[in-house]
């Protein structure tokens, strides 16, 4: 059974951190790019980042470029979402989304290419 469960939500003040975990389980980690989804209140849901755990290559929204790392760990199947310098307009539901062989800048801009999705955690970022 193919399982993604993000973990590591919460609240948190402006200018705060967060780490999200998304552990993956019952499919071939190896081969899939992961990458991080989010939808705010009556918002569309937006691509966040994205690592290829096949060749290594991340892509990022403008949005959070140089506040968010992505890094994966390929011997506990979990890919991370490193959150800093947090803003009010971070707080959404995050998702993390499984894509086989798919390119990381085409998750991220399109939403594009993903096999499996994970429930959500949530992040709320206060004033």
């Known amino acids: 059974e193919v399982q993604l469960v993000e973990s590591g939500g919460g609240l948190v003040q402006a200018g705060g951190s967060l780490r999200l975990s998304c552990a993956a389980s019952?499919?071939?980690?190896?081969?899939?790019?992961i990458g991080w989804f989010r939808q705010a209140p009556g918002k569309e849901r937006e691509g966040v980042s994205c690592?290829?755990?096949?060749?290594?290559?991340?892509e990022y929204a403008d949005s959070v470029k140089g506040r968010f790392t992505i890094s994966s760990d390929t011997a506990k199947n979990t890919v991370y979402l490193q959150m800093n310098n947090l803003k009010p307009e971070d707080t959404a539901v995050y998702y993390c989304?499984?894509?086989?062989?798919?390119?990381?800048?085409?998750?991220?801009?399109?939403?594009?290419?993903?096999?499996?999705w994970g429930e959500g955690t949530a992040v709320t970022v206060s004033t």
């Open positions: 989304a499984a894509g086989l062989g798919v390119h990381p800048a085409v998750v991220v801009k399109y939403g594009y290419g993903l096999d499996y």
């Open positions: 019952g499919f071939t980690f190896d081969d899939y790019a």
């Open positions: 690592i290829s755990n096949v060749d290594g290559s991340t």
